[in-house]
Nanobody
């Protein structure tokens, strides 16, 4: 099961880095997705990072502001979030690509294509 951490309260325009870690799994073998869920809304895809040199994707609204990366030595996947907006407020989750696939699909935003969800981390962007 994955564990997202690093959330908090940030002012608009601020930055924050989320971490995704696992116990008992080596994350560098698998594609990892970042998703978020705002109150009253469905969980939506934020980004997907493949293993090694595979494709990487972002939802349009975070493209250019968010950057996903891996630190294989620490078995951690990061989501660097810059220029944060109030509409980024949500609980953020990370998940492993279904069937332990190493690559993100071109249609990567389906929640059902990911699993091993753990507790998310709350990001609140507010002044």
């Amino acid at each position: 099961q994955l564990q997202a951490s690093g959330g908090g309260l940030v002012q608009p325009g601020g930055s924050l880095r989320l971490s995704c870690a696992a116990s008992g799994d080596t994350l560098d073998y698998y594609a990892i997705g970042w998703f978020r869920q705002a109150p009253g809304k469905e969980r939506e895809g934020v980004s997907c990072i493949s293993s090694s040199d595979g494709p990487m994707y972002y939802r349009d609204s975070v493209q250019g502001r968010f950057t996903v990366s891996r630190d294989n030595a620490n078995n951690t996947v990061y989501l660097q979030m810059n220029s944060l907006k109030p509409e980024d407020t949500a609980v953020y989750y990370c998940g492993i690509r279904a069937n332990r696939s190493s690559r993100c699909k071109a249609k990567w935003t389906l929640v059902a294509d990911f699993g091993s969800w753990g507790q998310g981390t709350q990001l609140t962007v507010s002044s």
